[in-house]
């Protein structure tokens, strides 16, 4: 108002925007989680065991993760992104490891019937036997070795033969004829 008494109005406009990314922490990764497969092992966490995020902005904050939880994690680390994202788009992230091991040793089993052969030679005598066979959990392929090869010279007597079943991961386990 001037001293004539007139009085004038102006307007503006005020903005507040929201330009701050949530904070967000992550959890310890799980511990670590044995392979159910050669693929790996299936690895579930709920989201706020593993990340948790404020925001001055929103209250609800929405966190991802990728790899998601429940995904396929192959034997060894897999590092996990969790990104939050605020109501107006500004994200950040934090990382965990999710380990996948394969402690599990492989399923061995040796050729039921023994081996018997009629000496040909002081020397014994060859003898060829049937292979052991072995599955493993963590592995597709289980390298089997023996301590005396199929076919070699066998002496005179009993000899026990030790098949050795390994798998990529170095676990063994053994059966014997």
Known sequence: TDDSGNSSTCTFDVTVVDTTSPAITCAAAPASVEATSS???AVS???STQATATDAGDDNVAISYSPASGSVFAIGT????ATATDDSGNSSTCTFDVTVVDTTSPAITCASAPATAE???????AVTYGA???TDTGDDSVAITYS???GSTFAIGTTTVTATATDDSGNSSTCTF
């Open 39 to 41: 693929s790996g092992a």
């Open 45 to 47: 966490w709920t989201a």
């Open 78 to 81: 897999t590092t996990v992104t």
């Open 119 to 125: 000496a040909t030679s002081s020397a014994g005598a």
């Open 132 to 134: 052991a066979t072995a």
């Open 148 to 150: 005396a090869a199929s």
